[in-house]
């Protein structure tokens, strides 16, 4: 897959293995450096992300997460996973590969969906067919989700089929997240997916999730990152991530509810990350 980072992510994993390749260790501990690259390179290709980006907590946590469910990894394995992770970092860094300023600008610089795209895909995401298939009202549930309330795949993989009440939605993930429902939120479709979902349980109850699984479990964060991805290519915007509209959601709820404090609570983000936000947004169109 060919997307913007793929250069300097290559660029960072590659020199880094090069030079662990040249120092005096043992064979069984450059495999398990290499293990680790191959992995974490396999997380950057999928995700189209940009290797700096995983110094933010939440961006490391979505990394974290991808470990546990997609790869199954053990807490021990993460933790070394994490280590060459920064290891990596440094060594761009500290080999001048890359300057300090120019990783501070790659983790600074924060990407958007344009209106007109987020008006695309809510458009797209908002219209049901009569005799839909659960998994394509699924996919466009979770971008109904990301769209209106700018919800991690991990948080949208912590919903609960009690999580929406009333004008609320509440999700117990990495921490607790409230959000209110707003007049822009298609509750008919809602309702829509509730049956589908209810339909496509066909009467078992063992599950609590809100997105189910083909096999009826909880739908992995994996699994939702790559509903997401069918839904932008059915709408021509295979070149956008979540992140992207995520970080207009939270832009947009910003400019009505300007407070750094606030804002960071209801997105579980940093007062930091909300600076580079703000920032980026201003030095672009969108």
């Not at 994993?13 to 290499?34: D, F, P």
């Not at 980006?53 to 997609?70: A, G, H, P, Q």
């Not at 209810?198 to 009467?203: A, D, I, S, V």
């Amino acid at each position: 897959m060919d997307f913007k980072y793929k250069g300097i992510n290559e660029m960072a994993l590659k020199g880094y293995v090069e030079q662990m390749n040249t120092l005096n260790l043992s064979e069984k501990t450059k495999s398990a450096y290499n293990n680790d690259v191959k992995n974490l390179k396999e997380y950057l290709t999928e995700t189209e992300k940009n290797i700096f980006t995983l110094s933010e907590k939440s961006e490391l946590e979505e990394y974290i997460i991808w470990l546990k469910e997609t790869k199954r990894e053990s807490n021990r394995s993460i933790k070394r996973r994490l280590c060459t992770l920064k290891a990596v970092l440094r060594y761009t860094v500290d080999e001048k590969k890359v300057s300090s300023d120019k990783a501070i600008i790659s983790q600074d610089v924060v990407s958007f969906a344009s209106n007109k795209d987020i008006q695309k895909l809510y458009s797209y995401c908002s219209e049901f067919e009569k005799y839909e298939p659960y998994p394509s009202i699924r996919a466009k549930t979770i971008g109904l989700m990301s769209i209106l309330f700018g919800l991690k795949p991990s948080e949208l993989h912590s919903m609960t089929i009690d999580s929406i009440h009333e004008n609320e939605i509440v999700i117990q993930s990495t921490s607790l997240l409230v959000k209110l429902i707003n007049r822009s939120f298609p509750k008919e479709m809602l309702e829509i997916y509730l049956k589908s979902r209810e339909k496509y349980l066909n009467g078992y109850d063992n599950c609590d999730a809100f997105f189910l699984s083909k096999i009826r479990t909880r739908l992995s964060s994996n699994a939702i990152n790559y509903d997401f991805r069918l839904i932008t290519k059915a709408c021509d915007l295979s070149d956008l991530s979540s992140s992207q509209f995520r970080n207009s959601c939270i832009r947009h709820y910003y400019e009505n509810l300007p407070d750094d404090v606030l804002i960071g609570k209801l997105f579980d983000i940093s007062q930091s990350w909300i600076k580079k936000l703000n920032k980026s947004f201003t030095n672009q169109n969108i």
